[in-house]
């Protein structure tokens, strides 16, 4: 999974999560009995400190454990006046609560009027229903909005191509570089972003208020969201796999080349020494014949031109690659000869469609070339 799905799937997790939590937490609550917490026992110790003011300490035993909370006592002199009538504060820990009074006058007697305890966390929340309403309105908010961030990734001549659409931060990635980006994060217009990719074609992504992605190569819309399918390459010992991987590659060019002969066998083409032409001469040489459409030499001139660069250019070029960074110049090794070995062997395939046509066969074999408005390749390097 690449890095940006990780990330949107990571904060839609957290708040979804979060949403959950502030669902279950007012349902469990409802659930939850109602305890009648009682005092068992109280203590009073009364300090003189002068200036005709006492201190007043108690220590009282619940009937169970509590957080917290708070009492309301009466103080009365010995005449029944009062002297104070005042709440204080529980600390302590567990059933064994503490509260202090200080008290003007001499008391004689002293009465409880109320008391307020919190049992456990639940019991607090609903004495502050009003932060959790709070927060559940904006775990609310951000789930919704994290439901809408998105990411897509494109190939496109052996280009990986990323749009993300975040909170604020919005950009277009090719092959790990960022290459357009925006920061805004509300707006009520879409956001374009547009960037020349390395072949010359201008990518542009649209991304709607409601953050959906659109996506555009050369003014025209762009969906091609796989990789080729077919992986026979891995390269776990670097350089040797390379090697055998490409020399495996070449070997069938020549097998090719050898397909192209028979063809040009076929067609009586008139290529000075056909036999030991270049599978190159040979393609131009099916101009004329009216056998293939501009489109498909052109895409098979492609698929030479790949040939040519695994024999002469690959190697100086990619092994640049490697010596930047090992893991991701061995990755764009792998992407590469698995996209030149599919196509290779597609093009033998167009080769053979075309003898077994012209021999009164009509089960053909489908290839990537079949039915594209777009070139496939246009240059070794460049799949």
Same mark, same amino acid.
């Given at each position: $999974?690449?890095?940006?799905?990780?990330?949107?799937?990571?904060?839609?997790?957290?708040?979804?999560?979060?949403?959950?939590?502030?669902?279950?937490?007012?349902?469990?609550?409802?659930?939850?009995?109602?305890?009648?917490?009682?005092?068992?026992?109280?203590?009073?110790?009364?300090?003189?400190?002068?200036?005709?003011?006492?201190?007043?300490?108690?220590?009282?035993?619940?009937? @169970?454990?509590?957080?917290?909370?708070?009492?309301?006592?009466?103080?009365?002199?010995?005449?029944?006046?009062?002297?104070?009538?005042?709440?204080?504060? /529980?600390?302590?820990?567990?059933?064994?609560?503490?509260?202090?009074?200080?008290?003007?006058?001499?008391?004689?007697?002293?009465?409880?009027?109320?008391?307020?305890?919190?049992?456990?966390?639940?019991?607090?929340?609903?004495?502050?229903?009003?932060?959790?309403?709070?927060?559940?309105?904006?775990?609310?908010?951000?789930?919704?909005?994290?439901?809408?961030?998105?990411?897509?990734?494109?190939?496109?001549?052996?280009?990986?191509?990323?749009?993300?659409?975040?909170?604020?931060?919005?950009?277009?990635?090719?092959?790990?570089?960022?290459?357009?980006?925006?920061?805004?994060?509300?707006?009520?217009?879409?956001?374009?972003?547009?960037?020349?990719?390395?072949?010359?074609?201008?990518?542009?992504?649209?991304?709607?208020?409601?953050?959906?992605?659109?996506?555009?190569?050369?003014?025209?819309?762009?969906?091609?969201?796989?990789?080729?399918?077919?992986?026979?390459?891995?390269?776990?010992?670097?350089?040797?796999?390379?090697?055998?991987?490409?020399?495996? $590659?070449?070997?069938?060019?020549?097998?090719?080349?050898? @397909?192209?002969?028979?063809?040009?066998?076929?067609?009586?083409?008139?290529?000075?020494?056909?036999?030991?032409?270049?599978?190159?001469? /040979?393609?131009?040489? /099916?101009?004329?014949?009216?056998?293939?459409?501009?489109?498909?030499?052109?895409? /098979?001139?492609?698929?030479?031109?790949?040939?040519?660069?695994?024999?002469?250019?690959?190697?100086?070029?990619?092994?640049?690659?490697?010596?930047?960074?090992?893991?991701?110049?061995?990755?764009?090794?792998?992407?590469?000869?698995?996209?030149?070995?599919?196509?290779?062997?597609?093009?033998?395939?167009?080769?053979?469609?075309?003898?077994?046509?012209?021999?009164?066969?009509?089960? $053909?074999?489908?290839?990537?070339?079949?039915?594209?408005?777009?070139?496939?390749?246009?240059?070794?390097?460049?799949?």
């Amino acid at each position: $999974m690449i890095r940006e799905k990780k990330i949107l799937w990571i904060q839609r997790s957290i708040w979804l999560f979060i949403l959950t939590l502030s669902i279950l937490i007012p349902v469990i609550l409802l659930l939850t009995p109602w305890h009648d917490v009682k005092i068992e026992d109280e203590k009073c110790s009364i300090k003189d400190i002068g200036d005709n003011r006492n201190r007043c300490e108690f220590v009282f035993t619940f009937n @169970e454990k509590i957080q917290s909370g708070w009492i309301v006592i009466a103080f009365y002199d010995i005449n029944g006046g009062l002297l104070l009538y005042d709440d204080a504060d /529980l600390f302590g820990y567990g059933q064994i609560q503490n509260a202090i009074f200080f008290v003007e006058g001499k008391i004689d007697s002293y009465k409880i009027w109320d008391h307020s305890v919190v049992i456990n966390e639940f019991d607090f929340l609903i004495d502050n229903i009003a932060v959790f309403v709070v927060i559940w309105s904006v775990s609310l908010f951000f789930t919704i909005a994290s439901l809408l961030f998105s990411c897509k990734l494109y190939y496109y001549e052996g280009q990986d191509i990323i749009v993300y659409t975040g909170w604020y931060r919005h950009y277009l990635k090719v092959n790990g570089r960022i290459l357009s980006k925006r920061y805004k994060p509300f707006f009520i217009k879409p956001l374009t972003l547009e960037s020349a990719l390395y072949d010359g074609a201008i990518a542009q992504a649209t991304i709607s208020v409601l953050k959906r992605i659109s996506f555009k190569i050369d003014d025209q819309i762009y969906t091609n969201r796989k990789r080729y399918s077919r992986k026979v390459i891995a390269v776990k010992n670097y350089p040797v796999d390379v090697y055998n991987a490409v020399g495996q $590659m070449i070997y069938h060019t020549q097998e090719w080349e050898n @397909e192209y002969k028979k063809l040009a066998s076929i067609l009586s083409i008139t290529v000075e020494k056909a036999e030991i032409s270049s599978i190159y001469e /040979l393609n131009e040489a /099916l101009q004329p014949y009216g056998q293939f459409e501009k489109k498909e030499l052109d895409d /098979l001139k492609g698929v030479i031109k790949i040939g040519n660069y695994l024999n002469h250019e690959f190697f100086s070029y990619y092994s640049s690659k490697v010596k930047e960074n090992y893991y991701a110049g061995i990755a764009y090794i792998e992407e590469y000869l698995n996209a030149a070995h599919s196509l290779i062997f597609e093009a033998i395939d167009v080769i053979d469609n075309k003898i077994d046509e012209l021999n009164g066969k009509t089960l $053909m074999r489908p290839t990537v070339f079949d039915n594209n408005s777009e070139e496939i390749v246009n240059d070794g390097n460049d799949i």
